[in-house]
């Protein structure tokens, strides 16, 4: 078992293409702007619409929503982003996406030039790239994956798509966002081509920061040289993304965004494909694949994840399981942002945890793949 998981998991890295995500790259170089208030928007969710439509078993969806007049949008409008959907035996959906649209803060909304080739271009390459790899194999769960529109306007179609989820009774178990994600070299001196930053919602035992530390745990050491940077907010400093309208609706939600932004070229003509480091973008999707894949594939959570009340030096973990899913059991130390350990428990529904005390340690079940719930 184990070894199928690993190789499918070397499978799915050693699939990552630079030449592909540079193709997207180079292609979206191609229009002047993409601002959700310009034609140039509709078509280049068009394309990529016809760019999913060329990946067997994915259901693609030009979604539209409404706009109104306000800051950043000139007019009333109907917007439109893409959603394409890989159906899997269960209807639990794991998302991944970036933004398609871009802006230029400099000139007018209409006629200033926006690549947006980090922001968010690399997000939408990101997304395209996991679709294509990931559609070469069927899934547990579903997998949705969306290049979002309005972003840059207040995170209109992020928030449309997440309301329509509330409204549809998605089961979400996680949501990727990806959003500028192409770049190891800020101004000066500035570079880091080592990490991302992964932020998600405050609040220590929130879903998100759950989720988080999950994607940490899960890839740490899959990459070689690459690792996740977890941070513990919602967003950079009084910044936001597209994860945060899935948060709000009560979804997991979690944003990647490179270590070192290049703060003076975002938002302007200058965010182009010299900008972008596709060594340092391919170890972000390879995060990505790595989390998608075991969300992907992981069986439904435990349910009343409890400690035995006694008073021990040893710790009994136990949970409601469900026949033929076998779970894992996680600990840290309270003061530990991260997991320290795991021990597999099958199909157990109790695990005896030598040497760890629960006064001091945090203990927590998933289904394998699956984030974990803590104990209570
Ligand atoms: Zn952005």
Redesign the pocket.
């Given at each position: 078992m184990i070894v199928t998981a690993s190789l499918l998991l070397s499978h799915l890295t050693s699939e990552v293409s630079k030449d592909s995500l540079r193709q997207t790259l180079t292609h979206l170089s191609t229009y002047p702007t993409r601002n959700t208030n310009t034609p140039e928007l509709e078509k280049a969710a068009e394309w990529v619409a016809s760019e999913f439509k060329k990946i067997p078993g994915l259901r693609v969806e030009l979604m539209r929503y409404d706009v109104k007049k306000g800051r950043r949008v000139v007019a009333d409008k109907s917007v439109v982003q893409v959603v394409a959907t890989l159906p899997g035996e269960s209807d639990k959906k794991i998302i991944v996406g970036g933004?398609l649209d871009t802006i230029n803060l400099t000139g007018d909304p209409l006629t200033a030039i926006a690549p947006g080739i980090n922001?968010?271009g690399s997000g939408v390459a990101l997304t395209l790239e996991c679709a294509r790899i990931l559609s070469q194999k069927r899934w547990r769960n579903t997998l949705v994956f969306v290049a979002f529109s309005g972003?840059e306007q207040g995170l209109f179609g992020s928030g449309a798509l997440a309301e329509r989820a509330q409204k549809e009774s998605w089961k979400i178990e996680a949501m990727l966002n990806n959003?500028?994600v192409g770049a190891s070299q800020g101004p000066g001196k500035l570079k880091d081509k080592k990490r991302v930053r992964l932020y998600s919602e405050e609040s220590t035992d929130h879903n998100s920061r759950e989720l988080a530390r999950f994607i940490e745990w899960e890839t740490r050491g899959k990459v070689k040289g690459f690792s996740p940077w977890l941070v513990f907010r919602k967003d950079r400093f009084q910044r936001g993304?597209d994860h945060t309208p899935f948060n709000i609706k009560g979804f997991n939600a979690v944003r990647f965004v490179e270590a070192i932004e290049y703060l003076t070229h975002q938002h302007t003509d200058k965010d182009t494909l010299e900008g972008i480091d596709f060594d340092y973008l391919a170890n972000v999707v390879r995060l990505n694949l790595i989390s998608l894949s075991s969300f992907a594939s992981a069986a439904d959570a435990p349910t009343n994840v409890r400690y035995d009340a006694k008073q021990a030096h040893d710790t009994i973990v136990r949970w409601n399981s469900q026949p033929g899913v076998s779970y894992r059991v996680y600990w840290r130390e309270s003061s530990s942002s991260v997991w320290q350990g795991m021990v597999e428990a099958g199909e157990k529904n109790e695990v005896t945890i030598k040497g760890k005390n629960k006064d001091d340690h945090v203990f927590a079940v998933g289904a394998v793949g699956g984030v974990p719930i803590s104990a209570g």
């Open positions: 933004h922001d968010d972003e959003d500028t993304g």
